[in-house]
């Protein structure tokens, strides 16, 4: 399956017809899609709250290991977020036009991705109604927070990514809101026309537009870079071999945006499948995603040599130990299934005519996204399982709980993804408008 | 443009005599210093950290020019050619690694103790043997990269040609295929080079940061430090890159006005923001080695930013005792030179597209790196300790500066040289 060239409609109402077909009645395939999705969801809370009425004996979480599946997946979803602002703000700053088919896949993702990453933390805590005593305020208990704590700086750094990716979701959907809500005739033309915000397309709104994109895309762009820096400094602040490595920062945001652009890969194929945007969604863009992928792929590989190396450098024995472990002991399945992946899978990408077969893509886009869930639990379980005293060394495997918790967090952000198909128009019209005419002209 | 090309020029007479005379004070500043007995560890001292300065910055230059390939840059016009003909130094810099394999006895440590744990890594034959070998693939391939980049420029050059150039020129262009086929295929080729002259520095340049730097204080170790090395290199030759755009800017010699403010704007923009992930690589090392808190890693911040490094003192009176040790004040200079100034005035687009201002800061930020360099090797080789007992330690000295000098002419003539050889390599007035 190659991907299409071909053009894109000559009129700019062509256009719209095209992108705003998703928004018309729905196949007996998406609604089975939604029900499947939302069946898995409700698993995944059952699962919740039988674990919240037992307490947490029934996950695999023991000494000495404390952290498992569910700060593993916390990590991976906030990683699948930045694919979104890397498109939106920093391609835009760029000027990299051939981000305008596909930043509004992206920013969607985002959004889910971070809301359902934030879920985590909070079904990690052993007493998950107790979530607001993680925030700042003044109060009668007498409590305060503690600012030294990296997992504090979470809640400030994914919290402020979760407003500004909304922010941008927002304010990018206003001119094809106001496109939407004059063509559809049944109960969503009330949505829009608040979600519209009064737009009437003048010119004096489109320039107050352009200004805020820009400045949100500024905004933007330090948290592409801030975010998953802090979430690595959960690890790397720690005196934990395996954890407490310097490159950590700039190997997690490599690894954020290697993931995120696998998963929009992921959904943007069969969407560009079933909806008919071959048109839209073309060669130019799987090929740029694919360089993108490779960069980012490098960059991860050498992240794991150098970290490898250094170990072995350092003539540390509880690093050397520590890296052993990875490659040899209880999870060597997963360290290399974690390579094999991020690194291995990606070298065909090397040649164009991979990139731009959407077959191929796609399978490698999958392969990422297991292999960067194992990045994770790789780094997560070698080195809690065994620090520094043998004594203290353990095991963890998740339980059935756990394990449905994660898949109902990927039908989660499947779920939500699909119904926004249904609502909002997957591709931002103006700018494939805008897109259109320089090609043109 | 062709016409032009086939007549190859002499070095403009004024500055290459000032890029020789430079030269020369340095080799006269190096021989000088290497012959007497005192002051023989400190030149091959100097000599490295100015070798680590110009080698990374130089193959930095041929990452630039490949970064525009890679990234289908469409604003830079002959602003790539000056990168190339920066690139061209790659050469130099090998020839000059040899005289670090002379001085390593007085170098590095390990040349004659083994580092307990690292006896195998630090095996003298073994550590310059692939440090040669990295150096030998990494300007084989920046110069066979710079090969493909210029070739089609060569053709019109091999007719008119006389004497040696003539030959130079047929052996370059064995092949010829026609100035448009030869043009299609270096941009194919040049593409596919591009991605590894790329993937070769962040390596090979990593390998040196380790061997050359890294392992002057054997017991220190960093995972990000080889990373943060070779992205200096890349950073401090777009600055230097800058420098030059704007020097060429006026030169009857080169295609006039082709520094325009679109393009300072956007040469700015390239300081502005690598500099922020310059110190984002900076801070992501210092911060976790500070929370840590593990004498290991510890000792090579404080022998660069004082003891106070761990303690609160960021309220006057202890900066001022902060900035009375040594190395503190070079080492906060290197951050006001790379990144403060940086961000602060290119911030607004104004002083981005005003060449005072943009050349000021690049001045500063290539300073900086040579500074910074300066600070990453001295500290290891004359602690603190040392120099509190009375060792003389200054970037300013006599050898300091006449090394520094001589490396800046040789760069130069280097530059000025490859624009004469390869006729495409710099844009022309009437091109």
């Given at each position: 399956m190659a991907a299409a060239t071909e053009p894109l409609p000559a009129s700019p109402d062509a256009i719209n017809d095209d992108i705003l077909r998703v928004l018309e009645p729905p196949s007996k395939t998406y609604v089975l899609g939604v029900l499947f999705c939302g069946a898995l969801v409700a698993c995944g809370v059952s699962a919740f709250l039988y674990q919240v009425y037992?307490?947490?004996?029934?996950?695999?979480?023991n000494h000495p290991v404390m952290w498992g599946l569910y700060i593993t997946t916390f990590v991976f979803w906030v990683g699948i977020a930045h694919a979104g602002t890397l498109i939106s703000a920093i391609l835009f700053l760029f000027r990299a036009k051939w981000r305008n088919a596909v930043n509004r896949g992206a920013e969607a993702l985002t959004v889910f991705s971070v809301l359902t990453a934030a879920l985590f933390p909070l079904l990690h805590l052993g007493r998950a109604w107790k979530f607001y005593f993680i925030l700042p305020y003044p109060n009668q208990r007498g409590l305060w927070v503690n600012f030294k704590s990296p997992l504090l700086w979470d809640v400030f750094a994914i919290g402020t990514y979760t407003i500004i990716s909304i922010l941008f979701f927002i304010v990018g959907l206003i001119p094809d809101i106001g496109a939407a809500r004059d063509r559809v005739r049944d109960w969503r033309r009330h949505l829009y026309r608040v979600l519209a915000m009064?737009?009437?397309?003048t010119s004096e709104q489109w320039r107050a537009h352009s200004r805020s994109v820009l400045h949100l895309s500024g905004l933007a762009t330090p948290l592409v870079l801030s975010v998953h820096s802090v979430v690595s400094w959960d690890f790397a602040?720690?005196?934990?071999p395996g954890w407490h490595?310097?490159?950590?920062a700039p190997y997690f945001v490599a690894g954020a945006i290697f993931s995120g652009i696998a998963m929009v890969i992921t959904i943007l194929i069969p969407v560009r499948q079933a909806f008919g945007l071959q048109a839209y969604l073309r060669d130019v863009h799987f090929d740029n995603m694919g360089k993108l992928i490779l960069i980012t792929s490098s960059i991860v590989g050498y992240a794991y040599g150098m970290e490898y190396f250094m170990a072995w450098y350092s003539a540390n024995p509880y690093e050397q130990m520590s890296f052993w472990y990875r490659g040899f002991g209880h999870y060597w399945w997963a360290t290399w299934t974690m390579i094999i992946c991020n690194v291995i899978v990606p070298l065909p990408l090397w040649f164009k005519r991979m990139r731009v077969n959407l077959a191929f893509m796609w399978i490698v886009s999958i392969f990422i996204n297991i292999g960067m869930w194992f990045e994770r639990f790789v780094i997560i379980m070698t080195s809690l399982s065994h620090e520094y005293d043998p004594a203290a060394w353990g095991y963890y495997f998740p339980s059935w709980v756990e394990w449905t918790i994660l898949v109902a967090s990927v039908a989660f952000v499947l779920f939500l993804f699909l119904i926004f198909l249904r609502m909002f128009p997957v591709i931002a019209i103006q700018e494939v408008k805008e897109l259109h005419y320089e090609e043109a002209h | 443009m062709s016409n032009d090309l086939a007549e190859p020029r002499s070095l403009p007479r004024v500055p290459a005599a000032i890029f020789a005379a430079l030269a020369a004070l340095g080799a006269i500043a190096f021989f000088a210093g290497v012959l007497a007995e005192d002051t023989s560890a400190r030149t091959y001292r100097v000599f490295l950290h100015n070798w680590l300065m110009w080698a990374a910055l130089a193959n930095g230059a041929v990452c630039v020019s490949a970064a525009f390939r890679l990234t289908n840059a469409g604003w830079q016009g002959p602003i790539q050619r000056i990168a190339e003909s920066m690139g061209g130094f790659v050469a130099i810099s090998f020839l000059l690694y040899w005289v670090i394999y002379l001085g390593r006895h007085e170098l590095f440590e390990w040349v004659h103790h083994p580092v307990a744990g690292k006896e195998f890594w630090f095996e003298p034959g073994f550590t310059f043997l692939r440090d040669s070998l990295a150096l030998v693939w990494v300007t084989f391939v920046s110069l066979f990269y710079l090969y493909i980049s210029l070739r089609p420029t060569l053709g019109a050059a091999r007719e008119a040609a006389t004497g040696w150039r003539k030959s130079l020129y047929g052996f370059w262009t064995a092949g010829w295929r026609g100035e448009e086929v030869e043009r299609d295929f270096a941009e194919r080729r040049g593409r596919k080079m591009a991605a590894v002259v790329a993937l070769s520095h962040a390596i090979c340049y990593s390998l040196i940061a380790i061997d050359f730097i890294m392992s002057l204080a054997p017991e220190w170790i960093s995972t990000m430090f080889p990373a943060y090395f070779a992205w200096g290199g890349f950073l401090s030759s777009i600055s230097l890159l800058t420098i030059v755009c704007l020097a060429l800017r006026n030169s009857p010699e080169v295609v006039p006005g082709f520094l325009t403010a679109n393009r300072r704007h956007d040469l700015g923009k390239l300081i502005f923001a690598f500099s922020i992930f310059w110190m984002y690589l900076f801070w992501s090392q210092y911060f976790v080695i500070w929370y840590a808190n593990i004498p290991e890693e510890t000792g090579f911040i404080v022998a660069r930013l004082?003891?106070?490094?761990?303690?609160?003192?960021?309220y006057m009176g202890g900066f001022m005792q902060r900035i009375a040790e040594p190395y503190v004040t070079w080492t906060l200079l290197v951050w006001l030179l790379v990144w403060v100034l940086p961000f602060w005035v290119l911030l607004g687009q104004r002083p981005k597209k005003t060449p005072a201002i943009l050349g000021t800061i690049a001045v500063g930020s290539v300073l900086g790196f040579w500074l910074e360099r300066y600070i990453l090797v001295t500290p290891s080789l004359v602690p603190p300790s040392e120099v509190l007992a009375g060792a003389a330690i200054t970037p300013l000295g006599w050898i300091e500066l006449g090394i520094g000098a001589g490396f800046v002419g040789l760069f130069f003539l280097s530059f000025l040289g490859f624009g004469r050889v390869f006729p495409g390599a710099i844009p022309r007035a009437g091109g």
């Open positions: 037992w307490g947490f004996g029934v996950t695999g979480l009064g737009w009437r397309g602040t720690s005196v934990v490595t310097t490159i950590f | 004082g003891t106070q490094f761990l303690q609160d003192t960021w």
